[in-house]
């Protein structure tokens, strides 16, 4: 870290702690050359991730998206809060684990109604309805087959 009042290339660091909002390092330097003291803020660099839509429009990633979609697919069912932000917190470690800078929608929806899969049957098959734009019955009827065939297999 140069000097901020002689350019220095070398300086030390005299004592590091927390910053007051808990998501830095506050971080007192010393210059070798001059002696004067500084500080300095260390922050986690994070990378945006965006998501690419349906029509290849591209928007940040919104956490508050999958769990809105996830409350509206499990309402009036047998699921707690805590599930739906345990389903949420798995999905998001999971796309930031991808290390990935864009990725498609269609990854999130798979990975939602994966674990809705074996949450709540009736969650998952309206997020399915709702996600797979069945366009009549049949279709539908298709989604729940393979539902009945997955539940019959764990």
């Known amino acids: 870290m140069k000097c901020p009042f002689c350019n220095a290339a070398d300086t030390r660091v005299i004592d590091?702690?927390?910053?007051d909002d808990?998501?830095?390092i506050r971080r007192r330097r010393q210059c070798e050359s001059c002696g004067k003291r500084f500080t300095t803020y260390e922050k986690l660099?994070?990378?945006?991730l965006m998501i690419i839509?349906?029509?290849?429009?591209?928007e940040a990633y919104d956490r508050a998206k999958i769990e809105a979609g996830i409350i509206r697919s499990c309402h009036k069912r047998p699921v707690s809060s805590l599930q739906i932000s345990a389903i949420t917190d798995a999905i998001e470690t999971a796309?930031?684990?991808r290390e990935e800078r864009e990725l498609?929608?269609?990854?999130?929806?798979?990975?939602v109604m994966d674990k809705l899969k074996d949450l709540d049957p009736v969650a998952y098959v309206r997020f399915a309805s709702v996600y797979r734009e069945f366009k009549d019955v049949n279709t539908f009827m298709?989604?729940?087959a393979k539902l009945l065939q997955h539940q019959e297999q764990s």
């Open 45 to 48: 660099e994070t990378m945006p």
């Open 142 to 144: 298709a989604e729940l």
């Open 22 to 24: 808990n998501a830095s």
């Open 104 to 111: 498609p929608s269609s990854v999130i929806g798979e990975m």
């Open 53 to 58: 839509k349906k029509d290849n429009s591209r």
């Open 16 to 19: 590091s702690r927390p910053a």
């Open 95 to 97: 796309l930031f684990n």
